[in-house]
């Protein structure tokens, strides 16, 4: 198995399942609640980590009891947390969950007050061990220095890219990456009606990237370098639970997939089907083996 480097931000999620999300000025009970570890590059490593890869994770904590909370569920998992930077004082980022049981929907209210992963803290890590380095598309300029010092001092660690959210400036990220992870909701701010779209208009800037995109219900596409495009129905369970950190399942499934020398079609197939199951259920554990 492979060992993978993951950077991005860890989160408490304070989760509340309620009968239907409610309407502006309304007061509702929550049927139930629980408090987990989130973060989109952490969900991914502790996936990545059931599969039986080598996981670690650089971002930031506090020093107060949730970070400690975190550190101990990733370090459960398997995942090592020792390129962490730690911080005095400040709160771990929070993510408030209004998760919708009748149709497994979630709202998220984020707050955070930590400061980012930054190239100086990227830089002292030792590079060398790592066969795959994934990153959120975040804190840009940062971001932008850390890919472009892990395509010198480890270029054969494939890096990949995880483009959720538009930001504005995050174009100039993408050719720095070797595998582009992209959501609808990204492409759908951007202007794109389908996901064929999206990759068709991006490849031409990208020409040497793989290029994915997700599209919940409708399944999933990748487009290959040489111009080849494949696709892959969604795989949704009986009875939809919980799509919070679907998203992060699938680019976990894309992720190890590769590394177990999957052809692509066949890797954006075993990622729906694990992105399908982990809808099927609350939380993270117990996901291996779905993805192949």
């Known amino acids: ?6 950077i991005g931000i860890a989160t408490l999620d304070i989760i509340n399942e309620v009968d239907g999300y409610p309407a502006e000025d309304a007061e509702v009970r929550a049927l139930a609640q629980r408090r987990a ?8 490593l502790v996936v990545l980590a059931q599969h039986g890869h080598r996981c670690h994770w650089g971002g930031v904590l506090s020093d107060e009891a949730d970070a400690a909370g975190i550190r101990g569920d990733l370090e459960r998992h398997g995942v090592v947390t020792t390129p962490c930077r730690v911080v005095a004082g400040g ?3 929070t993510s408030y969950v209004t998760l919708n049981r009748r149709n497994g929907s979630r709202t998220i ?3 955070r007050d930590l400061p980012e992963f930054g190239f100086l803290d990227f830089a002292v890590v030792d590079l060398a061990p790592f066969d795959w380095i994934h990153f959120e598309g975040r804190n840009l300029a940062e971001t932008r220095r850390m890919l472009e010092h892990a395509a010198r001092t480890a270029p054969r660690a494939r890096r990949s890219l995880e483009v959720e959210k538009p930001h504005e400036g995050i174009d100039a990220l993408l050719p ?3 595998v582009l992870l992209f959501s609808r909701r990204f492409a759908q701010a951007r202007g794109y009606g389908s996901a064929p779209d999206l990759l068709a208009d991006l490849q031409p800037r990208n020409p040497d990237a793989l290029l994915v995109c997700a599209w919940g219900e409708a399944g999933a596409w990748a487009l290959e370098p040489d111009g080849t495009l494949h696709q892959s129905p969604a795989y949704p369970p009986p009875r939809v639970v919980e799509t919070l950190g679907a998203g992060d399942v699938f680019n976990a499934g894309i992720i190890h997939a590769l590394l177990d020398g999957a052809p692509v079609g ?9 992105a399908g199951r982990k809808c099927g259920q609350a939380g993270l554990d117990g996901l291996a083996g779905d993805a192949g």
């Open 1 to 6: 198995m492979a060992t993978v480097l993951g």
């Open 37 to 44: 570890r989130g973060g989109n590059a952490t969900n991914t």
């Open 91 to 93: 709160r771990v980022p």
């Open 109 to 111: 209210i984020h707050y």
């Open 176 to 178: 720095l990456a070797d």
């Open 266 to 274: 066949q890797a954006i197939d075993r990622a729906g089907r694990l």
